[in-house]
């Protein structure tokens, strides 16, 4: 069987003196949704692109299914660009019927593909509208239809989610999910932290070009340090502070929020919180993706 497989295989790219990526690497399966996540300018566009083959890398290779793409396979692409494609003067259903002919499908199932798609996102009534007068929202439901409309074996999608009501991102969500069920490899750029630890399955953290951190939200989460919530209610706001490997994170009302480093003792924690009175709450926890997120980017900031 073919290991149908997306990888992104040590891709370097500069702008003149700007060094966009750097020997950026990561695989997208067969089934899998994965979350491509940075800070504004870390490289996830560029990525994207040079995986359509719009743009050319320096160095590196894209396969898919262990082959270099070519023009060929970049065909079985679903690419959903940032600056966003229509043509804003063509109407809604005629846009993805063309689109579907662009990709090879007959005249009939071009048209059928374009009328299920645009019922299945919520856009079947504005058919015959010009993109243009869409409102922003419907007409990135159209961008995705115009994504999935040739029925692409690999998506690749450049912040789908940005700016949808809550009720499209759950369109978009199911959408996404049922593709990756169906065997297709899910790529999608997103700053919306809480949605890609909800939804992806693997989740990359890129920083200044390069990928920083890559696995499943609860292999990042188990990686990142142990952080400790305790309600004493007659504790004051330093009270752990003395503490070694212990940091303070938020202290609010009578809950402290500490991180616990190198050498700290959880049983030590309880005992100082004893002394100052009741506890009632101590408990362990991961960070989220958000706040792994913060402290990747402000690790690799720092050094
Ligand atoms: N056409 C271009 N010419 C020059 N520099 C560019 C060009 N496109 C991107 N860059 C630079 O390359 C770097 C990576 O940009 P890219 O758009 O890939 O980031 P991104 O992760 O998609 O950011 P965002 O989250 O803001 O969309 C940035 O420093 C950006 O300024």
Redesign the pocket.
């Known amino acids: 069987m073919t290991d149908r497989r997306l990888e992104i295989d040590a891709i370097s790219k500069r ?2 003196e ?1 060094v ?1 990526l750097r020997e950026m690497t990561f695989d997208v399966r067969a089934g899998e949704l994965f979350g491509f996540v ?1 800070s ?8 994207m692109r040079i995986a359509l083959g719009v743009l050319a890398a320096d160095a590196g290779s894209v396969r898919w299914a262990g082959q270099p793409v070519t023009l060929e396979t970049r065909r079985l692409i679903g690419y959903m660009p ?1 600056e966003r494609g229509l043509y804003p003067k063509m109407k809604v259903g005629e846009q993805l019927t063309y689109l579907a002919r662009l990709h090879g499908l007959p005249a009939a199932t071009a048209r059928r593909s374009a009328d299920a798609w645009a019922e299945r996102l919520g856009v079947a009534g504005r058919r015959d509208d010009e993109v243009q007068k869409l409102s922003l929202g419907n007409q990135q439901r159209v961008q995705l239809a115009a994504a999935l409309v040739h029925d692409p074996e690999i998506l690749v999608l450049d912040e789908p989610f940005s700016g949808l009501d809550p009720v499209a991102v759950d369109v978009m969500s199911e959408v996404l999910r049922e593709k990756a069920a169906q065997g297709v490899p899910v790529v999608f ?1 997103s ?1 919306q932290l809480d949605l890609v630890q909800r939804l992806c399955d693997r989740v990359g953290i890129v920083r200044a ?1 390069r990928m920083v951190a890559c696995g499943t939200v609860d292999e990042l989460r188990a990686g990142g340090s142990v952080r400790l919530v305790v309600d004493a209610p007659q504790a004051p706001p330093g009270w752990a502070d003395a503490l070694p490997g212990v940091r303070r994170l938020e202290h609010t009302g009578t809950r402290t929020e500490l991180e616990l480093g190198d050498g700290a003792d959880d049983q030590a924690v309880l005992r100082a919180a004893l002394t100052t009175g009741p506890v009632h709450e101590f408990a362990r926890r991961r960070p989220s993706l958000t706040e792994l997120f913060r402290s990747v980017v402000t690790e690799e900031a720092a050094k």
């Open positions: 702008y003149g700007t966009a940075g504004n300018g870390a490289g996830k566009t560029t990525t940032e750029s700053h070009g």
